[in-house]
């Protein structure tokens, strides 16, 4: 399938590395023009230092609702307008629950749930003016739960029913759908779960193991999900949640040998 986003003005959170990155590329490929946001200037600026100069800043912080409000002003004060938001920001903190703190479960839900509701609340008059659309990231952690992963499911399975929710108060005017990866190899993954353990190989496998499909994904397969469902393609869905997880939440995995 090809995507034409010529002319389309696209603003993707966290969109200096893993998923949001390639969904940056993806966007600039299809011909968009993207507003790129990163935590701060810094990081935002060297993203955008390799990447066509059809892309440009929108750095803050998704945790803070007045940061939202900017991050979304400097994507109109550049593009002129918005056609597609891309909730992507994210951070997975995980561990046993007698260890999580108050601040891992505001930090959590901060970035990954309220963000995702405040930069779309400040991007509303934009895609109502161009009948835009907004692709949230989930995950299969927002579907099913996963040990170790309980503020992190939480703040995911409120991803998933927020989509439903903006995607019935929002329409017809402004679709809202939502992702859900399962293992992607980005930072989140490679740096913090497989590289972090003691044995980097044998926790590799056992995360491409868990998926029926037996790999984890690469963070294009995300990007081009984001890009389908952002699309006139998927012009008649609302209110999704597009699994892209190998198989992990198709049900149980085999159990005979
Ligand atoms: N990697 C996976 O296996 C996986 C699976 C399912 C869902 N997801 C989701 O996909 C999204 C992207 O994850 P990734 O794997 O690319 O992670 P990553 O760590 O590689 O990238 C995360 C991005 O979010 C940005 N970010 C983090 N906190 C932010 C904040 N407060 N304000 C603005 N930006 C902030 C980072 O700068 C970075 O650009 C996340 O929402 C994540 O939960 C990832």
Not at 9 to 24: E, N
Not at 89 to 113: F, H, K, R, S
Request: hydrophobic share 45%; proline share 4%.
């Amino acid at each position: 399938m090809t995507f034409d986003f010529t002319a389309k003005r696209i603003l993707v959170t966290g969109g200096t590395r893993g998923i949001g990155r390639a969904a940056v590329e993806a966007f600039l490929d299809a011909g968009a023009r993207v507003a790129v946001n990163g935590r701060t200037e810094a990081s935002t600026l060297k993203a955008l230092a390799t990447l066509s100069t059809e892309a440009v800043p929108a750095p803050g912080d998704v945790a803070k609702a007045g940061d939202c409000r900017k991050i979304v002003a400097a994507a109109i004060a550049e593009l002129g307008g918005l056609d597609v938001l891309v909730n992507c920001a994210g951070i997975a903190n995980g561990g046993p629950m007698e260890e999580v703190t108050e601040e891992d479960w505001d930090q959590a839900l901060d970035i990954n749930l309220k963000g995702t509701f405040f930069c779309t609340q400040a991007a509303l008059p934009h895609l109502r003016a161009s009948k835009g659309n907004v692709v949230n990231l989930a995950s299969d952690a927002g579907l099913i739960g996963e040990v170790g992963l309980a503020v992190y499911c939480a703040s995911k399975g409120g991803v998933v029913n927020l989509t439903r929710a903006l995607a019935l108060e929002l329409a017809p005017g402004i679709r809202v759908n939502c992702v859900c990866p399962g293992y992607v190899d980005t930072d989140m993954v490679r740096r913090d779960v497989i590289d972090a353990s003691d044995d980097p190989a044998t926790t590799e496998a056992a995360l491409a193991n868990s998926a029926p499909l037996r790999r984890i994904a690469e963070p294009q397969e995300i990007a081009s999900a984001i890009l389908y469902l952002a699309s006139d393609h998927a012009r008649f869905m609302t209110g999704s949640a597009l699994q892209i997880d190998g198989g992990t939440t198709a049900g149980h995995p085999r159990t005979s040998p």
